[in-house]
């Protein structure tokens, strides 16, 4: 049968399986396999050239039981509503396994911002928060960034709203520039959170970080950040990084700001001097303690993770990994950290960023790092104690922590 790559089938299927070995009630089930709220738009665009584009936006609010919905925005020309679904599903169970008081939602343009200017994109972003202004804010939704888009992108958001509301709510976004009330430590907070479980499940494996070798896939913001904080503040040896053009290998190990300052220049890792040329299949491949998928969904399929060699999957982007490498992996005795747990960093700081809008007080980066070190740490720990207690893999057990915890609130609000 041919591998469904659906990425909400994906989701639907992964929470049926949690489903049966919670036992979980039919009704409850149900209601936990479909979003709560969908909003579906167009949004017409005045283009450079005095003609105007009209794109397809959506916006999912796919529980908020826990508290707003709470996910980012992806501009992205194969995006699709189902990948937003399970994003969104996926966002509501970090949030849940995080142990932060909000829900999950997620947000989507198609488009290909490589073609806009930044004028264009000004427009679209201000043209996708007038559509979706009356159903977001901080007690109800709170978007952020994600694939493609950024703090400049949140700010054009945050000004658009606030003109429409009349008033300064700097909370209804997060991953907002300083400026704006953004907070300290976000931009690299995924791939600081990431690095954290790595630490401990390098701890679970007898696996000393310092030395230790990784394969990174994808280079923009949280496979940067990865290799950065994995180089500098854990003394990984990351051997090979790419991007959506290919990717570079040594053996030796490559260093950050090397690769950083190539990639600025040409826009791509490639041809990098002192590096190999590998294809995103290699990188996936090589012999290495750690592997890193972090740029999209369905990397590690039936067809590849056979020859996964990593010990350590550490899964920053969200859905890596579909249903059926997943069985191979844990065949293979490689630990996983699923993808909700593994990146939820990024929204564990937007949480600590809502905190410090609410307060209008803001901390330092350290404070950050420390609170998020506590919180992500936490919530690794109750997953791998779910995965020996209950003899189940860590995504199904990241599942059972997730899931049990949106399913009380659901049922103390008397919804199922
Ligand atoms: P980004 O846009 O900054 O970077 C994406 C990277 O992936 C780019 O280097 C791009 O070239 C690369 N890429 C795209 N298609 C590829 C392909 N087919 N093969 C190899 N590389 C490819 O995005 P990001 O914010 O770094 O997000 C990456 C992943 O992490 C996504 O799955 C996202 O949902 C997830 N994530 C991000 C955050 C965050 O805070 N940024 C939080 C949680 C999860």
Same mark, same amino acid.
């Given at each position: 049968?041919?591998?469904? *790559? ?11 399986? &949690? ?6 009630? %039919?009704?409850? #089930? ?10 579906? @738009? ?10 105007? =584009?009209?794109?397809?936006? @959506? ?55 490589? /073609?806009?200017?930044?004028? +264009? ?8 928060? =007038? ?11 709170? %978007? ?25 709510? %700097? ?19 995924? &791939? ?34 990865? #290799? ?16 959506? @053009? ?36 290699? *990188? ?38 579909? %249903? ?28 600590? /960023? ?25 919530? @690794? ?20 922590? &997730?899931?049990?915890?949106?399913? +009380? ?8």
């Amino acid at each position: 049968m041919k591998e469904n *790559l659906n990425p909400f089938a994906i989701a639907q299927a992964q929470l049926d399986e &949690a489903a049966e070995v919670l036992q979980l009630d %039919p009704d409850m #089930h149900a209601f936990l396999r479909e979003p709560m709220r969908e909003f579906h @738009f167009t949004i017409p665009v005045r283009m450079d050239d005095g003609t105007t =584009r009209t794109f397809q936006g @959506f916006r999912v609010q796919y529980n908020d039981a826990r508290g707003p919905a709470k996910g980012g925005i992806r501009f992205h020309p194969d995006e699709t509503i189902d990948t937003v679904r399970a994003l969104a599903a996926w966002m509501t169970w970090k949030t849940a396994v995080s142990d932060i008081p909000l829900g999950g939602g997620k947000g989507g343009v198609i488009c290909n911002p490589r /073609e806009m200017s930044q004028d +264009e994109l000004e427009r679209l972003s201000r043209g996708y928060m =007038r559509n979706i202004a009356r159903y977001v804010g901080i007690t109800q939704d709170v %978007p952020a960034p994600d694939v493609h888009t950024n703090p400049r992108i949140m700010a054009w958001m945050l000004d658009e709203y606030e003109t429409i509301t009349g008033k300064r709510e %700097p909370g209804v976004i997060t991953g907002k520039p300083l400026e704006l009330g953004g907070s300290a430590g976000r931009t690299p907070a995924t &791939a600081m959170g990431g690095l954290f479980t790595i630490r401990e499940a390098a701890k679970l494996k007898g696996l000393d970080l310092n030395g230790a070798t990784a394969a990174i896939q994808g280079y923009g913001n949280v496979g940067s950040y990865a #290799h950065i904080l994995g180089q500098k503040e854990f003394g990984i040896k990351v051997v090979a990084v790419s991007d959506e @053009f290919g990717g570079i290998y040594n053996t030796n190990g490559l260093d950050c700001d090397v690769i950083l300052d190539h990639q600025r220049k040409t826009g791509k890792v490639i041809n990098c001097p002192g590096t190999e040329n590998i294809t995103n299949s290699e *990188l996936l491949e090589l012999e290495v303690d750690i592997l890193i998928p972090g740029a999209i969904e369905n990397q590690l399929t039936s067809q590849n993770a056979n020859n996964v060699k990593a010990k350590i999957v550490a899964e920053l982007a969200n859905g890596p990994t579909t %249903p059926e490498a997943d069985n191979i992996l844990n065949d293979k005795g490689i630990y996983i950290i699923p993808d909700f747990l593994c990146n939820a960093g990024g929204v564990i700081v937007s949480y600590f /960023e809502m905190v410090q809008n609410g307060y209008q007080y803001y901390w330092d980066e350290s404070m950050v790092h420390d609170r998020l070190d506590r919180k992500i740490t936490t919530a @690794f720990h109750a997953v791998h104690q779910m995965s020996q207690t209950k003899n189940v893999d860590t995504r199904v057990a990241a599942y059972l922590v &997730a899931v049990n915890r949106v399913a +009380e609130a659901v049922r103390l609000r008397g919804w199922v």
